[in-house]
């Protein structure tokens, strides 16, 4: 069975303060997906980063980075610097090849970010 | 714009009757995909489509709900008698390799 979990519910912090969001996921396929998705109060999901299970290289866009494990089975989401306008909802979601590549969803961390 | 959209945004109606949603994909787009998503939940897997092959629909999707996607362009959902649990965001993916580009979503709200 494919999961994703996230236990972190909410994360609060002030602007300016580093935030780590977990996920950890589930799967028994060697070739497999990850993502990090937002979810702003208006309710778009916005697409941040897909990883393939193959290339286990950290990522960093901005102030965005990614440290993927698959010792660990992690995928866990840093914002540096946060802002306000971060503040969101933040889902780690998983697909594979068996499962018709559907996304399997983590229940989400709600990021608040206090001015 | 080319995102994917959907239709309307927001419906609501009253239990027992029917409604109909529908997706535009991005067009270069084969893979089609419904979820559905509830408040403080992440979004829940409904169905999929291969072009206008519907593939996989997960047991979520009573006999109440129908979805469509003829000649592999748009989609519709269709939700018959609806139910007060039936309220949710009703969203939908589009993508080409492995990457889903979701639409703005269509709430549904039954009285």
């Known amino acids: 069975a494919q999961k994703v979990t996230q236990a972190q519910t909410e994360i609060s912090v002030v602007e300016k303060e580093d935030v780590t969001l977990d996920c950890v996921y589930e799967?028994?396929?060697?070739?497999?997906?990850l993502f990090w998705y937002k979810q702003p109060p208006s309710g778009e999901l916005v697409f941040l980063i897909r990883?393939?299970?193959?290339d286990e290289q950290n990522e960093i866009s901005g102030r965005y980075s990614w440290n993927f494990q698959k010792s660990t089975s992690s995928f866990n989401f840093t914002i540096t610097a946060s802002q306000v306008v971060d503040s969101a909802v933040y889902f780690c979601?998983?697909?594979?090849?068996?499962?018709?590549?559907?996304?399997?969803w983590g229940a989400g961390t709600k990021l608040i970010i206090k001015p | 714009d080319t995102g994917v959209s959907q239709n309307p945004r927001h419906k609501i109606t009253k239990r027992g009757q029917n409604v109909t949603f529908r997706c535009d994909p991005i067009?270069?787009?084969?893979?089609l995909y419904w979820y559905r998503q509830t408040l403080g939940q992440g979004p829940e897997f409904l169905t999929y489509?291969?072009?206008?092959?519907?593939?996989?629909k997960s047991r979520l999707l009573s006999d109440r709900f129908s979805a469509e996607r003829p000649k592999g362009s748009f989609s519709t959902l269709e939700i018959q008698r609806t139910e007060q649990g039936d309220s949710a965001m009703y969203l939908c993916?589009?993508?080409?390799?492995?990457?889903?580009?979701f639409g703005p979503g269509t709430r549904l709200t039954v009285l």
């Open positions: 993916a589009s993508s080409y390799a492995n990457e889903q580009f």
């Open positions: 067009s270069e787009h084969n893979r």
């Open positions: 489509f291969q072009n206008e092959a519907q593939l996989e």
């Open positions: 799967t028994r396929d060697t070739t497999y997906y």
């Open positions: 990883r393939n299970s193959f």
């Open positions: 979601a998983l697909s594979a090849f068996d499962s018709n590549y559907q996304l399997i």
